[in-house]
């Protein structure tokens, strides 16, 4: 089930030599309640590129949404991108589950937060 998940973040770094993994603005880590490593999974929204990394925590407040090693070639300067979390939850916890949604800006400003998504409609 989804845990957590930062909408629409804008790649500040892409760093093919860098230990992999991407590196997350702790408040934003914080704020969505992703751990540092966590396994995540990132969405590249302008170039269509999915795949999977664990977070590690960018200094607070720096806006730093950095992607490493490997993962360097999926994204670039710019990309914006969804981050998410997933869990494994039982029957009894999924009762009260919902997820943390996190919106940002292209300066990886947190505009809203909600725990929600509304219904598509045709």
Do not use: W
């Amino acid at each position: 089930m989804l845990k957590a998940k930062l909408h629409k973040a804008c790649v500040t770094h892409s760093e093919l030599d860098y230990e992999g993994s991407c590196a997350i603005d702790g408040n934003l880590l914080d704020t969505a309640g992703i751990r540092e490593f966590e396994q995540i999974q990132i969405y590249n929204i302008t170039n269509g590129e999915r795949f999977t990394t664990y977070a590690i925590r960018a200094q607070n407040g720096s806006g730093i949404i950095s992607v490493n090693g490997a993962a360097a070639h999926k994204a670039n300067v710019g990309d914006r991108v969804i981050i998410c979390a997933y869990g494994s939850y039982t029957e009894a916890e999924l009762l009260n589950h919902k997820p943390r949604l996190v919106y940002l800006d292209e300066t990886n400003t947190v505009l809203r937060s909600s725990n929600t998504i509304p219904v598509q409609a045709a």
